[in-house]
């Protein structure tokens, strides 16, 4: 588990002046786009979309940067996946690392596509996967099929998260919506802090 906190803590390393910077023109365009045009201001979207912004820069920083110890390709599916001992560090970094990782995804693609089917959230998922994997390959990083299956796991819980959240936010107000958010950002920052210290 502390071999994820210092992974986080190198992909945080790596991307902040991306992060920065990115952040920054997109938060001065936003405000500048609010004052200008007068649109409704919703805080919980504001903030799940810069969320968004952020997860998919140190994605992209995981996919394609990050250093990793290879076995060479795998097209065999399940392979890879009975190489590690569960609660060793490379399962966590391996297996959990890949679920984790594509939660958001699944989660975001589903909240901004408004997805009720899962065949859409699991095609979206499984090209997203897929280009990835092909990409890896490509810039010589190995391509592994099991990274696609875990992928489409963590990709498939972020959708049912947004399905049970959907669900329940029919019922709760847009206030109460926006003050579960803002606690929710906070605990979650909150554990993310703990794991890495």
């Known amino acids: 588990?502390?071999?994820?906190?210092?992974?986080?803590?190198?992909?945080?390393?790596?991307?902040?002046?991306?992060?920065?910077?990115t952040v920054v023109a997109i938060i001065s365009l936003r405000i500048t786009y609010l004052i200008k045009n007068k649109p409704k201001f919703?805080?919980?979207?504001?903030?799940?979309?810069?969320?968004?912004?952020?997860?998919?820069?140190?994605?992209?920083?995981?996919?394609?940067?990050?250093?990793?110890?290879?076995?060479?390709?795998?097209?065999?599916?399940?392979?890879?996946?009975?190489?590690?001992?569960?609660?060793?560090?490379?399962?966590?970094?391996?297996?959990?690392?890949?679920?984790?990782?594509?939660?958001?995804y699944g989660f975001f693609a589903s909240y901004y596509l408004k997805l009720d089917k899962k065949r859409e959230a699991f095609g979206l998922v499984f090209v997203v996967s897929l280009a990835i994997e092909i990409v890896q390959l490509l810039i010589g990083r190995c391509f592994d099929v099991d990274d696609i299956l875990l992928n489409i796991v963590g990709g498939m819980l972020g959708y049912f998260i947004y399905r049970i959240l959907n669900m329940i936010s029919l019922k709760l107000s847009k206030r109460t919506i926006s003050t579960l958010l803002v606690v929710a950002i906070m605990i979650a920052t909150i554990a993310l802090l703990y794991i890495m210290l």
Request: charged residues 10%; proline residues 4%; glycine residues 4%.
């Open 1 to 21: 588990m502390f071999k994820l906190a210092d992974d986080l803590l190198f992909v945080m390393a790596t991307t902040w002046p991306i992060v920065t910077i």
């Open 42 to 104: 919703v805080l919980y979207e504001e903030l799940l979309t810069l969320i968004f912004i952020i997860y998919i820069l140190m994605f992209f920083q995981v996919v394609t940067y990050q250093d990793v110890i290879s076995y060479g390709n795998n097209f065999l599916p399940f392979k890879e996946l009975t190489r590690y001992q569960i609660g060793s560090n490379l399962f966590f970094k391996n297996i959990v690392g890949n679920i984790l990782l594509f939660m958001p």
